[in-house]
């Protein structure tokens, strides 16, 4: 893989914001290449985009119309564009995020208060308008300026009509509202305090002081984790006059996720990750099915791998995630129809004809929020911090923290011993030789393979780690 193929993800987001921020069974962890993340990406544009004059929207279903009446969709489908437009770092990429954000504006306006009493849709919309203005580089400051208003008007209230009483209050202790409704019926819900904390973050690297954004996020995270979440990692959905309730649902526990990590909580945000995967996935790790046919949930799992990709490549934990993680990413790929569309059950095929677009986003999320990923490394590539080499179980990682580690599972067997080097890389030269690099480029570390060019290095399906000659002659192993 070219070392300049992917964008990586380091110190709380993708590098864009630095410019301005026991697996078993089943289906077993895949490559999948720069090719596919493209394919099924141009496969769901193909199928649902509109442009519609620069004011682009998402249709509902193949061959439907716009949605409007699903606002949080909408703002979800606008960010899957983003991930892909970070992963690819394309214009045109960048181009479409443009006009998909101008079109939820064009039908929404720039104050959402009016369009839906669901505290959680907001913050949605917040999330994808900030991740947009992120991922462009864009001088549409109006973006974050929309996002920054309409979270200030939800959280502290006094804006009429639309939210005339803050939505978050000492009620249960505090936290966010579910909605407008704060009687007895109403519950305040993980769908709105981790997006919320979310936004807030991100809100305070756009306006770093003055603001008391950090604070905020910092209220509904403490709030969500004090009375959400358990000691084993498990998140409730609510809480309400009945107490604590609710199912651990895949975008509650991805939110979460990212909120623990950003805030600096990064044993919280280990312990819920890992008890997803131990406790809640399915065969193979794969993750829960919450329905097709366009129902609220069906896009909740792309919402999960957006934020668990970011908090394991930033947290350098590739080791204990990233087969689980590539485990979806190759379940979403086998289920395609003939169109390249991948709904959201990963354990059957995607039928071919009336797919909903909310169903299929969770797929190309998975495939662009994962680097791609190969079994073997040709000369001159690179492997940077983050980018592996997969064979089933087996995974072969650059890890962020400078170290190159051979996995089988979540257990490492032979590593380069060069840990302390963030920003360190491993590069297959043309030469022949395997070395890591230090970020100022000295050597720490070769297999000494050096003088045989064409030279190459793959991760068997037995795990061993073998660097051969151009003829197939094998230099050097891990003996693993």
Same mark, same amino acid.
């Given at each position: ?12 987001w ?14 077993r ?24 004059? *620069? ?7 193949q ?8 606002f ?27 006009a ?24 949605? /919309?917040?999330?994808a ?12 400051t109006n973006?974050?300026?929309?996002a ?16 005339v009483?803050?939505?978050y ?40 002081? *003055? ?7 910092q209220? @509904?995270?403490?709030w ?18 009945? *107490? ?5 649902l ?18 919280? /945000? ?28 069906? *896009?909740?799992?792309?919402?999960? @791998? ?5 908090? @394991? ?17 190759? /379940? ?30 969770p797929?190309?999320? /998975? ?7 190969a079994?073997?490394l ?38 380069s ?10 590069? @297959? ?21 050096n ?5 190459y ?24």
């Amino acid at each position: 893989m070219n070392r300049n193929m992917v964008v990586c993800i380091r110190s709380g987001w993708y590098v864009l914001i630095g410019a301005i921020l026991v697996l078993g069974g089943g289906i077993r962890a895949s490559a999948f290449s720069a090719a596919q993340a493209t394919s099924i990406w141009n496969s769901y544009n193909n199928s649902f985009y509109v442009g519609n004059g *620069g004011n682009a929207y998402y249709r509902q279903d193949q061959g439907g119309g716009q949605d409007t009446g699903d606002f949080w969709y909408n703002a979800e489908e606008l960010e899957m564009a983003v991930d892909r437009a970070q992963q690819s770092g394309s214009a045109g990429d960048k181009t479409i995020v443009t006009a998909l954000v101008n079109g939820f504006d064009a039908t929404y306006g720039s104050d959402w208060t009016n369009d839906t009493i669901y505290n959680d849709d907001i913050m949605w /919309a917040c999330l994808a308008h900030l991740r947009a203005y992120f991922v462009t580089g864009s001088t549409q400051t109006n973006w974050a300026v929309e996002a920054a208003d309409n979270f200030n008007w939800v959280y502290n209230g006094n804006h009429s009509p639309g939210r005339v009483a803050p939505q978050y209050d000492s009620t249960y202790g505090g936290g966010m509202w579910w909605s407008t409704d704060h009687s007895s019926t109403g519950t305040k819900n993980a769908c709105d305090n981790g997006p919320g904390a979310l936004v807030g973050y991100y809100l305070s690297v756009v306006w770093p002081s *003055g603001t008391g954004f950090l604070g905020q996020a910092q209220n @509904m995270y403490t709030w969500e984790k004090t009375y959400l979440v358990n000691s084993s990692g498990y998140v409730y959905d609510h809480w309400g006059s009945s *107490g604590l309730e609710g199912y651990d649902l895949s975008y509650n526990a991805g939110t979460f996720i990212g909120a623990a990590y950003l805030l600096g909580n990064f044993s919280t /945000a280990g312990l819920v990750a890992s008890y997803y995967m131990n406790n809640l996935s399915g065969a193979g790790g794969i993750l829960p099915d919450w329905g097709t046919g366009g129902g609220n949930n069906d *896009g909740f799992n792309g919402i999960f @791998m957006r934020w668990m990709a970011l908090y @394991m490549y930033d947290s350098g934990t590739e080791g204990t995630y990233s087969v689980w993680l590539y485990n979806n990413a190759a /379940a979403a790929l086998s289920v395609e129809n003939s169109s390249g569309l991948s709904w959201d059950d990963w354990s059957a095929a995607t039928p071919t004809g009336g797919q909903y677009g909310w169903d299929c986003t969770p797929s190309v999320v /998975a495939l662009n929020v994962l680097l791609p990923t190969a079994t073997t490394l040709n000369e001159p590539s690179v492997l940077d911090g983050g980018q592996e080499l997969l064979n089933g179980n087996y995974a072969f990682i650059m890890q962020t923290d400078g170290n190159l580690v051979l996995y089988n599972g979540s257990t490492a067997i032979w590593a380069s011993n060069t840990s302390g080097n963030p920003g360190a890389y491993c590069t @297959m030269q043309s030469d022949g030789n395997l070395v890591v690099y230090s970020s100022s480029g000295g050597a720490l570390w070769a297999t000494g393979t050096n003088g045989n060019p064409g030279a190459y290095v793959t991760l068997q399906t037995d795990g061993n780690v073998v660097v051969y000659s151009s003829s197939n002659v094998a230099l050097w192993a891990t003996g693993t």
